[in-house]
């Protein structure tokens, strides 16, 4: 089956910088591959989701690169903010009927 | 409009009971799916359904725990004979179609003693 490696897992960065947070995948059938942010005792939001077709997306400060030929694909946050701190989780997902394969998770702290 | 509902949020069980989540899919998302967000294992795939139709099984942990949908809206996760091991947050989600977006629900923690 699917399998999803996040890096970093822990991220700390200034406000105001960038942060990028990279993922691999293993299944190349995958052709989905959302972004997810979560709060503390909150369920996952989507940020951002990017279909194979696509090499690039970008939604104001957010955008997902994707290289299918190395399968991996990438978050970048421009102009951290403080609300930006939060669990950030990447995921996968073939065209099939079946559930999203998680990364393990990256922890963004936007320092002051 | 509404999202994804999840009742109860909290749940604390002894060892050896049985538990019903409830999750209130998005009017109109045919796609309902379960996940379960634990420390050791992360965001885990548990089931999903189509419709009131569930195809495979086999991702969740044991026979203990089943999932039914009725009416093509609400879908509760039954947990039977708890273990301290089934301590999780279980989330739903639901998608207009299952190749269509994932909108997750705020969770049920369940802690069982």
């Known amino acids: 089956g699917e399998n999803v490696e996040q890096h970093p897992s822990t991220l700390s960065v200034q406000e105001g910088d960038s942060a990028v947070i990279k993922c691999t995948y293993s299944d190349s059938a995958s052709n989905y591959f959302p972004w997810y942010k979560q709060e503390l005792g909150k369920g996952p939001q989507l940020i951002i989701d990017?279909?194979?077709?696509?090499g690039e997306k970008k939604d104001q400060r957010i955008a997902v690169t994707l290289n299918k030929t190395a399968k991996h694909f990438s978050l970048h946050i421009t102009e951290t903010q403080p609300e930006d701190s939060a669990v950030y989780f990447c995921?996968?997902?073939?065209?099939?009927?079946?559930?999203?394969?998680f990364g393990k998770g990256t922890h963004l702290i936007i320092q002051p | 409009g509404a999202g994804v509902s999840q009742s109860p949020s909290n749940k604390v069980t002894e060892k050896g009971k049985d538990v019903e989540l409830r999750c209130d899919p998005i009017s109109g998302h045919t796609a309902l799916y379960w996940y379960r967000q634990s420390l050791g294992q992360g965001l885990e795939f548990l089931i999903y359904f189509q419709g009131n139709s569930a195809p495979d099984k086999s991702g969740l942990p044991s026979d203990r725990f089943s999932a039914e949908r009725t009416g093509g809206s609400v879908s509760t996760l039954t947990i039977q004979r708890t273990q301290q091991e089934d301590s999780a947050v279980y989330l739903c989600?639901?998608?207009?179609?299952?190749?269509?977006?994932?909108?997750f629900g705020p969770g049920t923690r369940l802690l069982v003693l």
């Open positions: 989600a639901s998608s207009l179609d299952l190749q269509e977006t994932q909108y």
């Open positions: 995921a996968a997902k073939t065209g099939g009927a079946d559930g999203l394969t």
């Open positions: 990017i279909r194979s077709n696509v």
